[in-house]
């Protein structure tokens, strides 16, 4: 017959399924634990405890029989012990036995029902081959202990065979004894496991029903943390996740409101716009200066919002910059960004020394972020102006001559969607210095807002990095 089979989901094995003590509730599994390790005590001390006294018993008869013995055999006269029957005295007690024993085999003893059978040892010790010896014998169901040792006469030996009833006896009322009191712990300790797993598990169960609740409802209000032990520590540590959940929750929130406040300019001019080309079309057309006015416009609002849309994108990557095992010359990233920044601000002076910096991370975001720094100068400088860029050993610095920001507002300018009183008018999403900000931070690197020394806006970026570039990774 074959065994039967077990059912699995399709594309899984055996190996993929929990083990059946997972499935049961740690509650279970600390009472099952918990009476099995007394158990294995209870029989492992019972066992012991039984073989101690089993062995006592037997140790003290051997020692008990041998002394009678050597004592029969050094006083008592040999006639008197072969006279048929032996006399009771010789006996020493009425449970012993004594028999007197040829080298033959041939076996005197007082009582007359004797059936024990004696055997080679005995016959040894009789001989002369061996000086005593000591040893149990089953006869009729019943077990013997037999002693035999030599006679003050050469061929005889003298045998004293006591039954063992009496220490069996013991012995069982013994283990009912253990059997009893054993059974008697092994439940007290199942119910000492309940007890414990009930109360030591019981602020598992209430963070259980917590995270549940928060779970259905959302709330993400911190939960109560009693004493320092290992459920507080962890109800800390869920309590830091949550703090770390409804500020990311808060970010988002914050990012879709901002985004649709932005975005809501943008469309609605752009529909505006398109709404006076459809309407002039129906009412006759446009001259050629108008209608390429208003497609400019148009255009214009595209790109503003496709801008827009790119920022959006880059500032909700939120995971951490991947293991990048690539090094970028911050000073050709430098020298790129100001290629692009010349085309926007072609009648401004861009003043640039660079040195070599080496820094690992993506080349992509780091001239990204570079170039929002120069955007914003180009923005800010008055026609006619220089933008002044220096990168000495990690350290990018950005001077304009605009008119500076004021310090109230140097803390928030790297906030989302932030634009100061006299930004408001420029064109610009408020998200370029948001972008710069988090991809620096990506790449382990710090930026910050300062004043120039011509009073315009400084803008300050450092990277970790080496002046020279390190040796490439290699495979052993």
């Not at 059974?183 to 000492?192: K, S, T, W």
């Not at 259980?208 to 939960?223: F, G, H, K, M």
């Not at 932005?262 to 469309?267: A, F, H, I, N, Q």
Request: net charge negative; glycine share 8%.
């Amino acid at each position: 017959m074959s065994e039967p089979t077990t059912w699995l989901p399709p594309g899984s094995s055996a190996q993929d399924q929990p083990r059946w003590h997972y499935r049961r509730s740690l509650a279970s599994r600390v009472i099952l634990m918990t009476t099995m390790a007394v158990c294995f005590a209870v029989a492992l001390v019972s066992l012991g405890a039984y073989v101690t006294v089993k062995m006592s018993l037997e140790n003290s008869l051997d020692n008990s029989l041998l002394e009678r013995a050597h004592q029969a055999a050094a006083t008592a006269p040999l006639e008197a012990l072969q006279s048929q029957p032996i006399p009771s005295y010789a006996a020493g007690v009425a449970e012993v036995r004594l028999f007197v024993l040829q080298a033959d085999g041939h076996a005197i003893t007082a009582t007359k029902d004797a059936t024990v059978p004696l055997g080679e040892p005995e016959i040894a010790v009789a001989s002369g081959d061996s000086t005593s010896s000591v040893r149990t014998v089953a006869e009729n169901g019943s077990d013997y202990r037999v002693v035999a040792v030599p006679s003050r006469d050469s061929g005889y030996a003298i045998v004293l065979v006591q039954n063992m009833a009496t220490q069996e006896r013991v012995l069982k009322r013994l283990g009912a004894v253990m059997l009893v009191f054993g059974l008697a712990g092994v439940i007290g300790a199942a119910a000492a496991g309940w007890a414990v797993a009930r109360n030591g598990l019981r602020p598992v169960r209430r963070l259980t029903r917590n995270v549940e609740r928060i779970a259905r409802t959302e709330d993400l209000q911190p939960l109560p943390v009693e004493g320092d032990d290992e459920v507080a520590r962890l109800a800390t540590a869920f309590n830091d996740m949550l703090v770390t959940v409804s500020a990311s929750r808060d970010r988002q929130r914050r990012l879709v409101a901002d985004a649709g406040h932005e975005l809501r300019t943008p469309l609605t001019s752009l529909r505006t716009n398109l709404d006076l080309l459809l309407q002039a079309d129906a009412s006759g057309g446009l001259d050629a200066v108008a209608r390429s006015e208003l497609l400019e416009d148009v255009r214009a609002q595209i790109e503003e919002m496709s801008t827009l849309v790119g920022d959006l994108i880059e500032l909700a990557r939120d995971e951490p910059l991947r293991t990048v095992v690539e090094q970028v010359d911050l000073a050709d990233v430098v020298d790129r960004a100001v290629a692009r920044a010349r085309r926007r601000g072609t009648d401004l002076t861009f003043d640039v020394d660079t040195e070599p910096w080496w820094v690992t991370g993506e080349p992509a975001s780091l001239e990204r972020a570079v170039t929002n720094l120069l955007d914003n100068a180009v923005k800010w400088s008055p026609p006619g102006g220089a933008v002044r860029i220096r990168l000495n050993h990690g350290t990018l610095t950005v001077d304009d001559q605009g008119p500076g920001i004021a310090p109230g507002d140097r803390d928030h300018v790297f906030e989302r969607f932030y634009r100061s009183e006299e930004s408001r008018s420029m064109p610009g999403s408020g998200l370029g210095l948001s972008i710069v900000r988090q991809v620096i931070e990506r790449h382990s690197g710090n930026v910050r807002v300062d004043e120039s020394d011509g009073g315009g806006t400084r803008m300050v970026l450092q990277l970790p990095g080496a002046p020279l570039v390190a040796a490439p990774l290699t495979r052993g």
